[in-house]
């Protein structure tokens, strides 16, 4: 069965504290993705990457990093946590090509509160 | 910014079939089109895709016009626990493969 993994579902953090969000794939996909979601917004791409140590920026990256050192692994930092990152995170990843039909597998969410 | 437009909501009595519409007027060549669902709180779950033809698998039927300009899920015979908001979803070549999400559609089917 496919999985895409956060490591955290709910986590909460103090105001400037560095954040990471992990997120592990266990289908060997080279694309991988970081989204945000708020009420009213829906999903916005913060970050992306097509394969070890490449990274792409979304449509709002800002205060956000990310690293992918491993192909299974791609993870989110928070540099210094602000109260308007207070959201949930969703990680998904395909398979292939950018313009593949592969399907996109995304992972539980990971709910954070920053205060 | 190419993206996909879809109505904020819709509802459905139980047991009849759900038409979910999504436009995506500026999608070329081999890009697909995709539907996912989110049920609150959970990660959105995979429903269908395509490309040209319509697709239909044990949860949906994906209709593609044939200028590829706009699509329809169909859920045939809605039930409670289909209720979710649904994402039309597609990857576009000029936005580097990204995926674009729509705003969704909340389907809310009733008894």
Do not use: L
């Given at each position: 069965d496919v999985k895409v993994t956060q490591s955290s579902r709910y986590l909460v953090k103090r105001t400037g504290e560095k954040v990471f969000l992990e997120c592990v794939q266990?289908?060997?996909?080279e694309n991988m993705f970081w989204y945000r979601q708020d009420p009213g917004l829906g999903l916005r791409l913060i970050y992306f990457s097509y394969d070890v140590k490449m990274k792409e920026k979304g449509d709002i990256p800002e205060g956000y990093s990310v690293s992918r050192e491993k192909k299974e692994r791609f993870s989110l930092i928070l540099e210094s946590a602000s109260t308007n990152q207070t959201s949930m995170y969703l990680c998904a990843s395909n398979k292939g090509?950018?313009?593949?039909?592969n399907t996109i597998y995304f992972g539980e969410g990971s709910w954070l509160t920053v205060v | 910014d190419a993206k996909t437009t879809q109505p904020t909501s819709m509802d459905c009595a139980e047991g009849r079939a759900a038409n979910l519409p999504c436009n995506h007027s500026t999608i070329s060549g081999n890009e697909y089109v995709y539907w996912y669902r989110q049920i609150h709180s959970q990660g959105p779950q995979y429903i269908i895709h395509g490309l040209k033809n319509n697709e239909t698998n044990e949860m949906a039927s994906l209709i593609i016009t044939e200028d590829r300009k706009s699509s329809t899920l169909i859920l045939p015979h809605a039930t409670l626990r289909d209720t979710a908001v649904y994402y039309c979803i597609v990857r576009y070549r000029n936005q580097g493969g990204k995926l674009i999400f729509g705003q969704g559609t909340e389907l809310s089917v009733k008894p």
């Open positions: 266990d289908m060997d996909h090509a950018m313009v593949s039909g | -």
